[in-house]
């Protein structure tokens, strides 16, 4: 572990990277993956012990921010330890691409690194003082409390309908309200069966169309929590399989609908139905009144910070790898996550100001933790670091050296957030803060 900037950096050492049938060792200069400005960022590579290289040369690339090439260069492993080594002037990370000659191509297919034939390395130089690309716009509280308000004149209109939790001693719901312009919020509310007070967790989902499990919830509300998980679109949770996988094209595409519209964007409901979520959620009468925790992974992790930003009764954020930070990316030398809005066209750039996640985090004041994979081509480390850089609480970040997207990468190169998220609500709920250690 290694403390930068007065936080908690939690580094991970990653020395093997399993590449089909070739394993090549890569063992960092510092094995935090955290360097500072000047800092001589690097790796050393070669062969496994008893494998042999592919013929030929390796090359490789480096990029600064994932997007502004800063180096290339070959590597041949059949001499023997190569190093690739790169430095930078300015706070941000450092994404290294290695791509195996021709005829090896075939053993990197189907990598834990992303596959497209390649391995992926990560550092981040001075992380904890990568500053926004830009600044929020002028009204964006204006705007959003016009949103909110416009909110406010929709009655929450709850239908709540006991189901069979499928667990001793917790109770299940399914949850229907009713959000702006006619659309609904859909969820799934689980609480322990006996009389009592307790926290709360609202859980936020990741990216897609797709129904919700009820052992997402159920588990954790057999350790005493009472927890409310929530569709991010306007539709039914607890559907056939089917009835996803028959959405047309253009829900599918969400993310891209009215990309150029502030007051049409899709995510501006699904914004505002995390807002109602929290409120209802607030409102149930076991809740204990002292800890509601947001949570969530990649869009899930996005709508935890940005409804943290806006209601003041989450008291906890513990989000893994979320999206939707550095929304304009492609205008500042920043490698592109999701939403993946097209910057370029400027009444896009214009809207996505204001749903950039940096600028609701920057109002967050309650404990925080974020997980970041540093070789994450999905949602990217850099606009991660620049959220947990403006919250204005206690913070922990937990880095990933070896992690990409959450889904991509291994248990081990995730292990990070697996162990440290389960401090957090081990302690929450007792209603106590996680120890961060220093």
């Known amino acids: 572990m290694r403390s930068v900037g007065g936080h908690l950096i939690l580094g991970l050492l990653f020395f093997a990277r399993v590449l089909g049938a070739q394993d090549l060792v890569v063992t960092p200069h510092d094995k935090s993956g955290i360097y500072h400005q000047g800092d001589i960022v690097g790796w050393t590579i070669s062969v496994a012990s008893g494998q042999q290289a592919s013929p030929g040369l390796y090359s490789y690339k480096v990029m600064q921010n994932g997007a502004v090439q800063i180096g290339a260069g070959t590597l041949d492993l059949a001499s023997g330890m190569q190093k690739i080594e790169t430095k930078m002037d300015a706070p941000g990370m450092v994404i290294v691409e290695i791509t195996p000659p021709a005829n090896a191509m075939q053993a990197f297919g189907n990598t834990s690194t992303g596959g497209k034939g390649r391995v992926r390395l990560g550092a981040a130089v001075d992380p904890t003082h990568i500053r926004p690309t830009e600044p929020a716009p002028a009204d964006f509280d204006q705007f959003w409390t016009s949103k909110l308000a416009l909110l406010d004149r929709v009655p929450m209109n709850v239908q709540l309908t006991q189901k069979e939790s499928g667990v001793a001693g917790v109770d299940y719901y399914i949850v229907r309200m009713d959000n702006i312009q006619?659309?609904?919020?859909?969820?799934?509310?689980?609480?322990?069966?006996?009389?009592?007070?307790?926290?709360?967790?609202?859980?936020?989902?990741?990216?897609?169309?797709?129904?919700?499990?009820?052992?997402?919830?159920?588990?954790?509300?057999?350790?005493?929590?009472?927890?409310?998980?929530?569709?991010?679109?306007?539709?039914?949770?607890?559907?056939?399989?089917?009835?996803?996988?028959?959405?047309?094209?253009?829900?599918?595409?969400?993310?891209?609908?009215?990309?150029d519209?502030?007051?049409?964007?899709?995510?501006?409901?699904?914004?505002?139905?995390?807002?109602?979520?929290?409120e209802y959620l607030a409102s149930r009468?076991?809740?204990?009144?002292?800890?509601?925790?947001?949570?969530?992974?990649?869009?899930?992790?996005?709508?935890?910070?940005?409804?943290?930003?806006?209601?003041?009764?989450?008291?906890?954020?513990?989000?893994?790898?979320?999206?939707?930070?550095?929304?304009?990316?492609?205008?500042?030398?920043?490698?592109?996550?999701?939403?993946?809005?097209?910057?370029?066209?400027?009444?896009?750039?214009?809207?996505?100001?204001?749903?950039?996640?940096?600028?609701?985090?920057?109002?967050?004041?309650?404990?925080?933790?974020?997980?970041?994979?540093?070789?994450?081509?999905?949602t990217p480390a850099i606009g991660q670091w620049t959220e947990f850089n403006v919250l204005q609480g206690v913070k922990e970040a937990v880095p990933m050296v070896e992690s990409s997207h959450n889904h991509l990468a291994t248990p081990a190169q995730h292990m990070a957030w697996s162990t440290r998220s389960k401090a957090w609500f081990d302690a929450l709920v007792t209603g106590e803060m996680p120890v961060i250690p220093k």
């Open 182 to 259: 006619g659309a609904h919020i859909y969820g799934q509310l689980a609480r322990p069966s006996r009389d009592g007070k307790f926290p709360a967790v609202m859980q936020l989902q990741w990216a897609g169309v797709y129904p919700l499990q009820r052992e997402w919830i159920t588990q954790r509300a057999a350790q005493g929590w009472l927890v409310f998980d929530i569709e991010a679109h306007d539709l039914p949770g607890d559907m056939p399989q089917a009835f996803y996988d028959q959405m047309p094209t253009l829900i599918r595409n969400y993310n891209s609908i009215y990309d």
């Open 261 to 278: 519209d502030r007051d049409r964007n899709y995510f501006l409901r699904m914004y505002l139905g995390d807002y109602r979520a929290v």
């Open 285 to 378: 009468p076991e809740w204990d009144g002292k800890t509601l925790v947001a949570t969530g992974t990649s869009m899930g992790g996005q709508q935890s910070l940005v409804v943290a930003g806006m209601n003041q009764r989450v008291t906890h954020v513990v989000v893994d790898v979320p999206a939707g930070g550095d929304a304009n990316a492609s205008l500042h030398g920043h490698m592109v996550g999701y939403p993946n809005w097209d910057s370029k066209d400027a009444r896009v750039a214009e809207t996505a100001r204001y749903f950039d996640v940096v600028n609701f985090a920057s109002r967050i004041r309650v404990p925080t933790m974020i997980a970041m994979g540093f070789i994450d081509d999905v």
